[in-house]
């Protein structure tokens, strides 16, 4: 079965990427101005200008926020930096698994020719003719390097009994991403009472977390949020594989998941 995925509109892929753009200058424009125009020591400035010239040093310095920002941290981050967290987006893999160092490095290397075309709005028109015809709303980087851009928004509508208030579910899901463990743990807790089909791509997401614990709550709260939404295709064969491999770890414990048996 196929996991009920929203992908990225394009606006709000646009919005990311310009908040991007933005921090990653505000941080590498000033390290450049600092050294080039400010600093007194003649071989400074040697190193980053030759007779007025960028250095190969300086394009490294221009280009390490970036490298930083869109590398390590959107790997580390499941998907997200800045810009996707407050579009409510997320980068993952094209097969619906979260993005690895790898595939963040070759997003990031074939992103920069793409970026000089986007200047001229000739790469925003091919992103946006792509867009429109492909089925997971992917631009030409996604198809290059094989990646997708999901909504993570919570949506408003069709809340169940158990679900609570949409702000709730949002700040829920939120949580599953946080720096603290335990705070995470009692996200997923709270989430497998809930219920609501909403937080699947959250607690999918979170099956990857570094802690055991959490990818057992969550793998719980995924298999009851199938039992309760049946309607739904929560389930599909990367899930299936990831609960799995959770609970053969369990096993091997003496212990189980909560709600292993999805109801008929």
Known sequence: MNQPISYARFGKRIKAGIIDFLI???????????FTEFSQSDVIKGLFLNNNQPTVLF???????????????????????????????????????????????LRFVVSLPLFFLELYLIGLLIDYLIYRKDERKRFLLDMIVGTAVIDVSQPAPSYSKHSGSPTLLSELCDRLADRN??????????LK???????????????DDRDFMVRVYAAEAILATANEN???????????????????????????LDGSQIQG
Do not use: W
């Open 230 to 256: 049946r309607e739904h295709a929560i389930l599909n064969p990367y899930v299936n594989e990831k609960i799995a491999v959770i609970q053969s770890e369990l096993a091997a414990m003496g212990d189980y």
């Open 193 to 207: 009472r809930i219920k609501h089909v909403g937080a699947t791509n959250a607690l999918i997401m979170a099956l």
């Open 181 to 190: 463990k335990f705070e995470r743990q009692k996200a997923a807790k709270t």
């Open 24 to 34: 990653t200058g505000c941080i590498s424009v000033p390290i450049i101005v600092g």
């Open 59 to 105: 394009f490294v310095v221009l280009l390490l926020p970036a490298i930083i920002r869109h590398i390590f941290l959107l790997a580390y981050r499941q998907g997200e930096i800045a810009g996707h967290r407050v579009s409510k987006t997320q980068v993952i893999s094209a097969n619906g698994k979260p993005i690895n160092y790898i595939r963040a490095f």
